[in-house]
Structure formats: structure tokens, C-alpha cells
């Protein structure tokens, strides 16, 4: 299937069952501009593919090890005491495909993974090289402070997906302006970690280079009884694969 990350009403977030059940599973996501009018690939395979999720840190052995039986990442983890119990979740391979890797539009982690109280934090590491030409992130500084969350990704009642408000947030008024500031674009060469606060907001430019822009990205939450999992959030665990605890994998 093809993934968007659009922003407007036509061109939104992906919400089909291939997409919505991909949690527990590995799964390709095409390109928008890889694909023809005629249903086609327009260019070879290798790079058509936008990415690959969502749960590659439990089924591949080798994002297994990285992601969860990595005594480094596990250190570091604790270092941050940014969670007591963290959890494991929602893997991907991005590729940012030369001349047509889509722009992802101004947004944070916890939107898409809520939890009372938030705690989304994404390990993001850097493959390639990522430039400004071929879409690296950028960031707002201080968004995290200054930007109240206002709304959640969820599964909507009737199919599909969408963006709810929060409980506590404030109606929009007319009066209402985006978030200040300048956003940033730091160095980011290959075999760089970034490490994403759920509430930051950041985005990355479509890639009109003629290089691709490779990452591995997953994110830790706080488990419960410090937080709870969102039931409405789009990613859900299963039965047979629960989100992984990262302290209780052993190698």
C-alpha cells in the first residue's frame, strides 16, 4: 500500500488494514509518487519502497538485537531516567527515496502514541549521511515546553484514522498562532543516534536529491502503572506480541 504523510483532508495518514494492522508484523509501504496512474510502479523496486514496519525490532533478529538485546542502547536508557519501565514499539526502516521521498510535515511522537501522561521518546539512527538536500529532520527548540499536545492519532469507530482533541485541550480560536521559533537542522552523519522527546515538534523536507536518506527508528513509552496506553492509539499490542519490556529482554 502507499503511505502519506500529508497534512491536508484528501491527502492524510494512512488508515487501511494493511496499515492499521501492521503493529505486530512486517510490512512494505510504498511511495505516493512511486506508483502510476495505472496502479504501475513507476521505478524499480529498491526504490519505491518508502518504509518498512512496524515490528521489526521483535521478528528480525538483527533490529531485535539492536533494538532490544542492545546493552549500550540499555545503558543509555537508563542514564536518561526519561522512563522507569520502558516499552518497546512501532520500528521502521525509512528510506527517503531519491528525487520523490514525501515531506513529513511539522508533528510530534506522542500524537501518534499517546499515553497519559505522555511519554513517547524515538531512537532515531542516522544510516546515510543526512543532508539538507535529501531530507534530514529539523527541529523547533523548546517545542516540547512551549507546545501543549492537542490532539491524538486514533482509530476511528466506523474505520480508518484520524486526529481527535485531547480532553484538555483548549478549543481552537481565530486568535490562535503556530508555534514560534526558528527550526534547526542539525549535522546528522551516518551512524548518528537522535534522540526524539515525544512532544518536539520536527519534520524533514522531500528528498530531492539524487541519494537516498536511510534510518532506523523505534520508540520507548512508559509502561503501565506510570502511564497508560492509549486503547484509541493506532498502534495496538496483540496477545501473541505485547510491547516488549526493554529490561526484561535478554539476549
Known sequence: T?????DSTEDKHVGDDYFLNSGDKIRYFLEEDAVGKDGKLNRQKEFAVNKIGHALHELDPTFRRISLQNDKLKALAKDLQFHKDPAVLQSMLIFKQPEIGGKVPEHNDSTFLYTDPPT?????FALEDCTPTNGALSFLPGSHKSYPLKSRFVRLPQGGTGFEPLPTATAPSEGDEPPQGEYVQPPCPAGTLVLIHGSVLHKS??????????????????????????????????????????FAVHA
Open 2 to 6: 502507499k503511505f502519506t504523510t500529508g
Open 120 to 124: 513517547a521518546l524515538g531512537f532515531w
Open 205 to 246: 523536507e522531500k528528498n530531492t536529491s539524487s541519494k537516498t536518506r536511510y534510518a532506523y527508528t523505534f520508540h520507548m513509552i512508559e509502561s503501565e502503572p506510570n502511564a497508560r496506553y492509549d486503547e484509541k492509539n493506532w498502534l495496538q499490542p496483540t496477545p501473541e506480541m505485547p510491547f516488549s519490556k526493554l
